[in-house]
């Protein structure tokens, strides 16, 4: 395991990458946030729930999973290289921990961003996957817009490259009282940049998705997603194949 991220399956070329930035709640030794430690259990620390589902689906034949092992507070790999890599604020928290300096961006960047980055690329060009699977949660409620409704299950998100999205979208609509976001609760076009440097620059399918919270915040439903996830990948993976 890295400092920056944690890599676990098989990554046997042409397999499934399961691509999660923020993964995990850690905040390094040396580092000081400046804030509650309880936030460190609340989404704008964490992506809830994306480990655990990913660790399930390494156990299955075909998959691998690339973590983001520090907290999106502490570095935030989704975002492009600068100062959105450590948030002034997340969600109406101030952090004043990351009231950096250039060297302190510098730090960051240095320690965790780019050992992650160029491991990622690394790992995208030796194992050559079939499929990534960009794997994210999103809260309910934002404390910061208590009125907003968030009503989406599950979330596809894209940029320019709507391959793996579209095949997405059609698989998920064939499920039964399942509600889905298409470009919700975020844009890819705004938010994608892990996707957009190591998946569409390169031509590879992928998908983007963000899972609801409340859904996989514990075992049973980190089980039944994690289910719901290898058959999406698979189906997508037939159905592109069948395009020819």
Known sequence: MNEAYELIGDT??????????????????GIDLGIDPALLNEHIAI???VA???????????????????????????????????????????IPGNALDANGYEQRLTQFYRPYHTALAELVATMKPSLILSLHSFTP???????????WHIGILYNQDRRGAALALDVLAREPGLVVGDQ??????ALNATMDRHAEAHGILYIGVEIRQDLIGDAAGQAQWADRMEHLCRQVLSMHAALG
């Open 12 to 29: 046997t070329p042409g397999g499934i990458l399961i691509e999660a930035d923020h993964a995990s709640a850690h905040v390094p030794d």
């Open 47 to 49: 992506d809830i729930g």
């Open 52 to 94: 655990a589902i990913s660790r399930i689906l390494v156990q299955r034949p075909g998959f691998a999973a690339f973590l983001g092992n520090v907290s999106r507070l502490v570095c935030d790999y989704n975002r492009d290289e600068g100062p959105k890599v450590a948030p002034g604020i997340s969600d109406g928290h101030p």
């Open 141 to 151: 409620r934002l404390q910061s817009r208590p009125n907003e409704q968030r009503p």
């Open 184 to 189: 919700q609760p975020y844009s890819g076009t």
